[in-house]
């Protein structure tokens, strides 16, 4: 994962790059992408390749090149169709909304093609991503056309607001918040309640502790106890929910489990 710098770091969470064209196709087994809960939105592009997700039938359906997603409240599985090369752009979901101008209640566990959605100065985009020579020119193009947008519309931010969606220990002060009006405010901004960003707030951390391997040795009781869980049965019935498994197993299949590359980033 690309992390950015300066201004652009209250926007951007972070640019993802994932390829598999250099792997022997087609693969042994299925090869599935599985993606956890999140609390932002975010905009992908495959570069080469397909994949394909459930519809609401639970049919499988080719995804387009240019995909908008929203927050997530449960974890998803793409199926690869043909070798992929991908670019995520992750925004935070009020600084989506403002680069945007979609509303990520309106997203909410939801991956729509973009086609209709975006306006017609993000149609240049994709062939601009294709025509980059690697990786780092492409975050350096996304970051160079993004902070531009940014400057435009960053008077309209809610710094307040930008806090409590980049840290736990930031939000605490909203979801001591009761009033409904509020709450409300805050899930048509943001695309969850208060309780929801918090609960996949958690997660991510918990995720990102258990995949970083600097991190201070301890417990898996200690670290629930860290996060805030309960306890470590709490978290691990919460990560099992969130995403696909409880801190027990995730922390091998990171690891070493290709479907789980996304955790990696």
Request: net charge negative.
């Amino acid at each position: 994962m690309h992390h950015p710098q300066g201004e652009l770091a209250e926007a951007l969470h972070g640019i993802g790059f994932y390829s598999t064209v250099d792997e022997p196709w087609p693969p042994a087994q299925p090869q599935l992408n599985r993606f956890p809960a999140m609390v932002y939105c975010s905009l992908n592009f495959f570069t080469e390749g397909a994949a394909a997700l459930p519809g609401d039938d639970g049919e499988l359906r080719a995804m387009s090149d240019l995909i908008v997603s929203g927050p997530r409240t449960r974890p998803i599985a793409s199926l690869t169709l043909a070798p992929l090369r991908t670019v995520g752009i992750v925004l935070y979901p009020d600084a989506f909304a403002l680069l945007t101008g979609l509303a990520p209640a309106a997203l909410q566990d939801r991956n729509d093609p973009a086609d209709g959605l975006l306006d017609d100065t993000w149609a240049d985009w994709p062939q601009a991503l294709r025509a980059c020579a690697d990786d780092a020119a492409q975050a350096a193009w996304i970051e160079a056309r993004l902070v531009e947008r940014w400057r435009a519309v960053r008077g309209r931010w809610d710094a307040e607001l930008g806090a409590s969606l980049r840290s736990i220990a930031a939000s605490a002060p909203e979801l001591g918040v009761g009033a409904r009006q509020t709450q409300r405010q805050y899930r048509a901004r943001v695309g969850l309640s208060p309780a929801q960003a918090r609960r996949l707030q958690r997660m991510n951390a918990a995720v990102y502790a258990l995949r970083d391997p600097h991190a201070p040795a301890r417990s898996l009781a200690d670290l629930a106890a860290e996060l805030g869980y309960a306890d470590q049965a709490h978290m691990a019935r919460e990560l099992r929910e969130l995403a696909f498994l409880p801190p027990s197993r995730l922390e091998a299949h990171i690891e070493t489990d290709p479907e789980y590359w996304p955790y990696r980033l």
